[in-house]
């Protein structure tokens, strides 16, 4: 039997987090909820900058560890998974910000360049995702 492998979608940068969990023990609450997720749900990877959306669809899991060590286990699990693939989505704000606006990004968009090598991916507006992620959880959980 050929199981067809869906895209959901990861949203990368600064933008939000989502999943259920306490910091002790991220891994183990995004491995369990990553099993129950498919086709239009989100992953969405970010800073702790991100305002914290309400929308009872959305889930918020705070990790404690640095985005690109998050991000690098979330590719690994998606990769693992026998059920998905990741249409990766960036906040498109993120390429006019400069090291002069905000010290260190030049090495974090190299580190993301890096961990998503040759991956296809998207740009949207910020308030766009946003908007996208508050319609969406109506519908599916996050």
């Not at 995004?30 to 099993?35: G, W, Y």
């Not at 990766?88 to 993120?94: G, H, K, N, R, Y």
């Amino acid at each position: 039997m050929n199981i067809e492998r869906k895209k959901i979608g990861l949203m990368l940068a600064l933008i939000i987090s989502t999943f259920c969990g306490c910091q002790n023990d991220w891994k183990s609450a995004f491995d369990t909820q990553l099993a129950e997720l498919g086709h239009r749900n989100w992953i969405v990877v970010a800073d702790s900058a991100y305002p914290s959306q309400n929308s009872k669809g959305i889930t918020t899991l705070v990790t404690g560890e640095s985005q690109s060590e998050v991000l690098t286990y979330v590719l690994q699990q998606i990769e693992l998974s026998p059920h998905v693939r990741p249409k990766i989505m960036f906040d498109q704000e993120l390429a006019f910000v400069t090291d002069q606006d905000a010290p260190g990004v030049g090495s974090y968009k190299e580190d993301l360049d890096r961990l998503l090598g040759s991956s296809e991916v998207a740009e949207m507006s910020h308030e766009q995702i946003i908007e996208q992620l508050d319609r969406a959880s109506e519908m599916l959980r996050y």
